[in-house]
């Protein structure tokens, strides 16, 4: 339990961050999801729009501080091999 007039504005910092973050991570798998559902219809042009739009997202994610680089990136890296193995 905070006491200190410092610990308790932390613990109220905190609550309002986890919102904002769990908003901006919902927000990114619901890109994520378009994505994913675009591949599984077998639509390239589709998946590749869904994809583009998806980027910047994740990338938006990283500079806030709710993913690690690493993430996004492999996350990009494995939908855009599946969105252009879709093509061939």
Do not use: C, W, Y
């Amino acid at each position: 339990m905070a006491n200190s007039p410092q610990a308790k504005k932390r613990a109220r910092q905190n609550e309002r961050r986890f919102e904002v973050n769990k908003a901006r991570r919902s927000r990114i798998r619901t890109f994520l999801r378009k994505v994913e559902e675009a591949i599984a219809s077998g639509d390239h042009a589709v998946a590749k729009d869904a994809l583009k739009v998806a980027q910047p997202e994740l990338m938006r994610g990283v500079t806030k501080g709710v993913l690690h680089k690493n993430t996004a990136a492999r996350k990009m890296s494995r939908l855009s091999s599946r969105v252009k193995s879709l093509s061939a």
